[in-house]
């Protein structure tokens, strides 16, 4: 028998698929198909009496990485249709995290959506310091999907669903946000989920490790990779950066200089539309520690 499946969890060597009928079917990898990733559309065969083999991988839509040990990148999930990129009161976010989140989800070719998390805990005062989620108007007038939440209070997690139905997620952010939490909220029978992943690799499945793709009640699936992106990214290219400012979209390829890197060069179009209040300020000044950085 032959057919095609999706992987909900990958092991390197072996991994679970979901069937189209909803049976979920250990399979070995082969070296010479290439590493199936959490997410992959895969062509499967089984031949009775032995263990079913991947014999294809779809062609991917994206790849979703995160920072190796040496910085590099290194690939954990495929066909992603958005990154929920998380934010709360506490752990205060630093500075351009949001911008640096923001530009990493562009570079991979997915859509960022922006969740404020620990809804209940945002006063007033913490808003008149010069807090990033201050910002988060601004950040919904320049495009991003902006949703509020709370595990714990009004209002809830109810924002959610109607974003996340039929559509396959992951949540990043920093440590303590409450990602977990959300995952918690959102998946009743999370326990459920893992235990069953876990009979059929009969391996155990170390959710506080492995990546695991899980089925929304409301219909989407959710991507939980514990500690994705919570201790940096990987390093991003000048033109990547300036990529990811999507209000610099529209001035990019006008500057005098091919090359302009938007940083003081004379003729550029970037920081004409700065002075001129078409960009906004601090996204400028945002732009240029990262890119300051990205040059360190
Ligand atoms: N007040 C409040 N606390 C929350 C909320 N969500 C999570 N927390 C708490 O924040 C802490 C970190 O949550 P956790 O889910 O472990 O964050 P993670 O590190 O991003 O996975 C825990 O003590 C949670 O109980 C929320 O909406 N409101
Ligand atoms: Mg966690
Ligand atoms: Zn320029």
């Given at each position: 028998?032959?057919?095609?499946g999706l992987?909900l969890v990958?092991?390197?060597?072996?991994?679970l698929a979901e069937l189209?009928d909803g049976e979920r079917l250990e399979c070995?990898?082969?070296?010479?198909?290439?590493?199936?990733?959490?997410?992959?559309?895969?062509?499967?065969?089984?031949?009775?009496?032995?263990?079913?083999?991947?014999?294809?991988?779809?062609?991917?839509?994206?790849?979703?990485?995160?920072?190796?040990?040496?910085?590099?990148?290194?690939?954990?999930?495929?066909?992603?249709?958005?990154?929920?990129?998380?934010?709360?009161?506490?752990?205060?976010?630093?500075?351009?995290?949001?911008?640096?989140?923001?530009?990493?989800?562009?570079?991979?070719?997915?859509?960022?959506?922006?969740?404020?998390?620990?809804?209940?805990?945002?006063?007033?005062?913490?808003?008149?310091?010069?807090?990033?989620?201050?910002?988060?108007?601004?950040?919904?007038?320049?495009?991003?999907?902006?949703?509020?939440?709370?595990?714990?209070?009004?209002?809830?997690?109810?924002?959610?669903?109607?974003?996340?139905?039929?559509?396959?997620?992951?949540?990043?952010?920093?440590?303590?946000?409450?990602?977990?939490?959300?995952?918690?909220?959102?998946?009743?029978?999370?326990?459920?989920?893992?235990?069953a992943l876990?009979r059929v690799t009969?391996?155990?499945?170390?959710?506080?490790?492995?990546?695991?793709?899980?089925?929304?009640?409301?219909?989407?699936?959710?991507?939980?990779?514990?500690?994705?992106?919570?201790?940096?990214?990987?390093?991003?290219?000048?033109?990547?950066?300036?990529?990811?400012?999507?209000?610099?979209?529209?001035?990019?390829?006008?500057?005098?200089?091919?090359?302009?890197?938007?940083?003081?060069?004379?003729?550029?179009?970037?920081?004409?539309?700065?002075?001129?209040?078409?960009?906004?300020?601090?996204?400028?000044?945002?732009?240029?520690?990262?890119?300051?950085?990205?040059?360190?």
């Open positions: 028998m032959s057919g095609s992987v990958s092991h390197g060597s072996h991994g189209a070995v990898f082969r070296r010479s198909v290439g590493r199936p990733l959490c997410g992959d559309r895969v062509e499967i065969a089984q031949i009775e009496n032995q263990s079913a083999v991947v014999t294809a991988i779809e062609p991917r839509r994206n790849e979703f990485v995160r920072a190796g040990a040496r910085g590099n990148k290194q690939a954990i999930a495929a066909n992603l249709d958005q990154v929920l990129v998380v934010v709360a009161p506490t752990p205060e976010p630093s500075r351009d995290l949001l911008e640096r989140y923001l530009v990493a989800v562009h570079s991979l070719g997915i859509r960022p959506v922006i969740v404020l998390n620990k809804a209940e805990c945002l006063t007033t005062a913490e808003l008149m310091h010069d807090s990033p989620l201050r910002r988060l108007d601004e950040y919904r007038e320049l495009g991003y999907p902006l949703l509020t939440t709370s595990c714990k209070e009004a209002p809830g997690i109810a924002a959610l669903p109607p974003t996340l139905e039929a559509q396959t997620s992951i949540l990043v952010g920093q440590s303590g946000v409450g990602k977990s939490s959300l995952v918690n909220a959102l998946l009743p029978d999370l326990e459920l989920q893992t235990g876990s009969g391996k155990g499945t170390h959710t506080t490790t492995t990546t695991v793709m899980y089925t929304l009640p409301c219909g989407g699936r959710l991507i939980d990779s514990p500690g994705v992106w919570e201790y940096g990214l990987w390093p991003m290219t000048q033109q990547e950066i300036a990529d990811g400012f999507r209000d610099f979209g529209a001035f990019q390829g006008h500057c005098r200089f091919n090359d302009c890197r938007h940083a003081g060069e004379p003729g550029c179009a970037i920081r004409e539309a700065v002075d001129a209040g078409k960009i906004r300020k601090w996204r400028y000044q945002s732009y240029t520690r990262l890119l300051q950085q990205a040059a360190a």
